[in-house]
């Protein structure tokens, strides 16, 4: 190369390579700056070009060391999986624990079939009568006391 024809061919950048880091790619010359901007990666973390190992995962990159739950910080390894929620990965652990929605009984995470009622989520099983620990599963009538769920018996309703 002439130095003066030892640019960098980005669209009108030209700046002269000859005292800086070169980079070549389809056979075109491009400076540090425009070679990153137009083939390198951003972390979705950090916002900083990939120059490495680079984690895709949720239609993002990563800096492997970025790529880590949002709840604990743990980074992810390859024999982890992770779980999305609002665009963020979380581990299995930290998904169930603040992400998957409390039982109203026992306020332990719901993680198979749900039940609403008074205005709450419960597990199938703990949605009974505070009273005597009946079952609604199926098509029983509750009444709503201080936001527990108790059954006509309990309440003092007969079946007539």
């Known amino acids: 190369y ?3 024809h030892f ?3 980005h669209r009108q950048c030209g700046v002269s390579l000859a005292t800086q880091t070169v ?5 075109q010359l491009y400076c540090d700056q425009h070679y990153k901007e137009n ?3 951003k972390c979705a973390k950090c916002e900083e070009y990939i120059t490495e190992a680079c984690v895709k995962a949720m239609d993002l990159s ?4 970025h790529f880590q739950c949002y709840g604990c910080l743990v980074q992810f ?3 982890m999986s992770y779980r999305e929620k609002d665009s963020h990965p979380y581990c299995d652990n930290c ?3 603040t992400v998957l929605p409390k039982c109203g009984g026992c306020n332990k995470p719901i993680t198979d079939r749900v039940m609403k009622a008074l205005d709450t989520k419960w597990h199938v099983t703990c949605f009974v009568c505070m009273e005597c620990k009946t079952t609604f599963e199926g098509s029983k009538n509750f009444y709503s006391v201080e936001g527990q769920p108790v059954c006509g018996p309990c309440y ?5």
Do not use: A
């Open 7 to 9: 640019t960098c061919t």
């Open 23 to 27: 980079f070549t790619k389809n056979g």
């Open 77 to 79: 390894s390859g024999s």
């Open 95 to 97: 998904y169930t624990d």
């Open 39 to 41: 083939f390198l990666p």
């Open 156 to 160: 003092g309703v007969t079946d007539q």
């Open 62 to 65: 990563w800096h492997p060391e």
């Open 2 to 4: 002439h130095e003066d």
